[in-house]
């Protein structure tokens, strides 16, 4: 992990979920292809192109970690776990706590995360379908894919029951595929198989994918985590000022704490070697 990118532990998982959106779009747009017209393909390939430009930031945007300190040795770290400190936190003093693994002080909401073995600031959970933590910094990112993903089964979902029923829209053509195939039943036989797979893609994305996008929706709102939702301290006043510090302000505060609780550590170390030799 390095300051500005990173690549997770789950990119196989990733790439599954990235290989499942990619198969069922070419299928939905193999199927309207000769009946719709232009601007229903395009629309989907730019949704799609949206969704996957939203996954590859939130799995190679680094998440937020809270920076290791590689110079602590334990019995140092043990004597620095007593420390009560504390750091500017939107305006208000909070606790912050001190993490074995990391050897670093982590602020408010930030939690080590066992699978990346790193402490992620604003940690909402590990997501294996974007290969990595969601956290402050690319939290943004992972809550673009998971809309992208439901505005695309929205969108495929309707034109494939627009084809299926062949509801009367103007310049749409629901005989061109038959006339290219030559034989209406081998037409019908693979325009069924092409609607039951990419309904069974709509029900997956509209099912799972779906409801988690109005779950995390709220939690912009509320500018609350997936790990923290039952705690309200950390809320900005207003849903206008909890979306623009989770989507417009999230690179300056983690830089911000960062900064905080480096000093804390550089302070205490400081105040220990004045005492006694480390």
Known sequence: INKLLCCGPDLNSGLLGVGLTTFFTALFLALVSYAAPVYVPVGGGILWLVTMMSWLLAATVQPGVVPRSHAVTDAVASRLALVQAECTFDGKQMAVR????????????????????????RWDHHCPWVSQCVGQRNYPFFLAYIWGTTVLSLYVGFFTVVYAFRI???????????????????????????????AIGVAVGLICVAPLTAFHSWLVVADQTTSQNDRTQYTRGSAQANCSAVLCTHGQEYEDLCTQCEDILDTELGSMRDAEPL
């Open 98 to 121: 001190w993490c074995y693994h990391c050897r670093a002080y982590r602020p408010p909401r930030a939690v080590h995360c066992p699978t990346c073995g790193v402490c992620v600031m």
């Open 168 to 198: 009367p829209l103007a310049a749409w053509k629901y005989d061109a595929f038959t006339d290219e195939v030559g034989s209406a039943l081998s037409a019908n036989l693979l325009n069924a198989l092409l609607i039951v797979l990419v």
